[in-house]
């Protein structure tokens, strides 16, 4: 079975300053792993993922994420915390069964960027 | 590309009645999710198509709970006898195969219907 932790429901930080954002998962099989913000009363974006190769993965809005295979780990930085990333972030894997890759979420962490 | 769609974005009712929600996949997509998220939770699946094909539902998904995505392009999620528990956001998500060698697609979301049940 496979499943994500997000550790801390909400995140505070202020304007400028780093952005961390903690995920662990546990899976049996080489995990494939996303994170995705979801704004107030909207959908989910991709952030950005990680299937294979560089452990180091970029995504949008100047958000990377390192896979850490033996600290079970994906978390989630910025180097710079800017007003417009409050919102909440979910990480999740997915669960591949030979027919749909179905995502795994974690519960999620709610940012908060004050001035 | 105008993305996922979903309607109606929200949806109030009494307990007891049916809804009927719609998603408009990517255009060149041929996989559908659905994924239901409760308050202060992340997304759970549903159920998940490949063109007009039903090929998984989850145990979530009771017997009041119907999908269709009759022409392998858009797709309806149909609850009958609503309860109080089915309020929540209903999000639909699609994507393409992954590429030669991969396992996993990566799936875009729709803006999703929230439905609240009185």
């Known amino acids: 079975a496979q499943s994500v932790t997000q550790l801390g429901s909400h995140v505070s930080v202020s304007e400028g300053a780093l952005v961390l954002l903690r995920c662990n998962y546990s899976?049996?099989?080489?995990?494939?792993l996303f994170w995705y913000v979801q704004y107030p009363n909207q959908g989910l974006q991709l952030l950005l993922k990680?299937?294979?190769?560089?452990?180091l993965v970029k995504g949008i809005n100047g958000f990377e994420a390192e896979f850490k295979k033996s600290e079970t780990s994906f978390h989630l930085t910025k180097p710079s915390a800017h007003m417009s990333d409050a919102a909440e972030y979910f990480c999740?894997?997915?669960?591949?069964?030979?027919?749909?890759?179905?995502?795994?979420f974690g519960t999620g962490t709610r940012l908060q960027v004050t001035l | 590309d105008t993305g996922v769609s979903q309607n109606p974005r929200h949806k109030i009712t009494k307990r007891g009645q049916n809804v009927t929600f719609r998603c408009d996949p990517i255009?060149?997509?041929?996989?559908l999710y659905w994924y239901r998220q409760t308050l202060g939770q992340g997304p759970e699946f549903l159920t998940y198509?490949?063109?007009?094909?039903?090929?998984?539902k989850s145990r979530l998904l009771s017997d009041r709970f119907s999908a269709e995505r009759p022409k392998g392009s858009f797709s309806t999620l149909e609850i009958q006898r609503t309860e109080q528990g089915d309020s929540a956001m209903y999000l639909c998500?699609?994507?393409?195969?992954?590429?030669?060698?991969?396992?996993?697609?990566?799936?875009?979301f729709g803006p999703g219907t929230r439905l609240t049940v009185l």
């Open positions: 255009s060149e997509h041929n996989r």
């Open positions: 990680y299937t294979t190769g560089a452990t």
């Open positions: 999740a894997v997915i669960l591949y069964t030979g027919t749909a890759s179905k995502l795994t």
């Open positions: 899976s049996s099989v080489p995990p494939y």
């Open positions: 198509f490949q063109n007009e094909a039903q090929l998984e």
């Open positions: 998500a699609s994507s393409s195969p992954p590429l030669a060698g991969g396992l996993a697609d990566t799936q875009y």
